[in-house]
């Protein structure tokens, strides 16, 4: 069970909560100009469901390596400059996500301490707002997973370069 929740959870509740923005959209247009009869709630509700599918799938793509990153920048450098400057920037980008995920429980606890209402539906504040608190702990999380998985499994960090075209190149020229 936890490898699928480790594999798989940012995957599962983001999907869901794309196709349940979409359905809600859909239903939004179609019962305001086929039946003229639009709903106040199911934007609200697409609103929500857009949030926690971006925040949860920043850690999704933490996971995968997948973020854009300038690597054809970083691939000039011979292979231990560009480690280097790999750590270097998941530092920074670690110490940001600590950040933010500190703010995110900040804004989290005003909220817990005045309540605000939605317009369309009257629901509580504090409960779509958790979605900063899931994605950036759990952006943070994952990038202290990846290290981990480097230092205690050999799992590399840095995409594979592709060592045979240079060669290529360079039996070319002679």
């Avoid at 639009?38 to 509700?45: A, C, G, K, M, V």
């Avoid at 599918?53 to 690597?71: G, K, N, Q, T």
Wanted: include cysteine.
């Amino acid at each position: 069970m936890y490898k699928i929740l480790e594999r798989r959870l940012e995957e599962v509740i983001a999907g869901v909560c794309v196709m349940i923005m979409c359905a809600m959209v859909f239903l939004h247009v179609v019962l305001r100009y086929v039946f003229n009869e639009p709903l106040s709630w199911s934007d609200e509700i697409a609103q929500y469901m857009m949030l926690w599918s971006v925040y949860l799938s920043v850690s999704w793509a933490v996971r995968e390596r997948a973020h854009i990153r300038v690597m054809n920048f970083i691939n000039l450098f011979p292979r231990t400059i560009s480690l280097g400057l790999t750590i270097f920037s998941d530092l920074v980008w670690f110490a940001m996500g600590v950040f933010l995920t500190w703010q995110s429980v900040i804004l989290e606890i005003s909220f817990w301490e005045n309540s605000y209402r939605s317009p369309a539906l009257d629901i509580d504040q504090k409960w779509p707002y958790l979605c900063l608190i899931f994605g950036f702990g759990l952006m943070t999380f994952r990038l202290l997973q990846i290290y981990y998985r480097w230092w205690k499994f050999d799992e590399p960090i840095l995409e594979p370069r592709n060592d045979g075209d240079k060669r290529e190149r360079e039996m070319t020229h002679v």
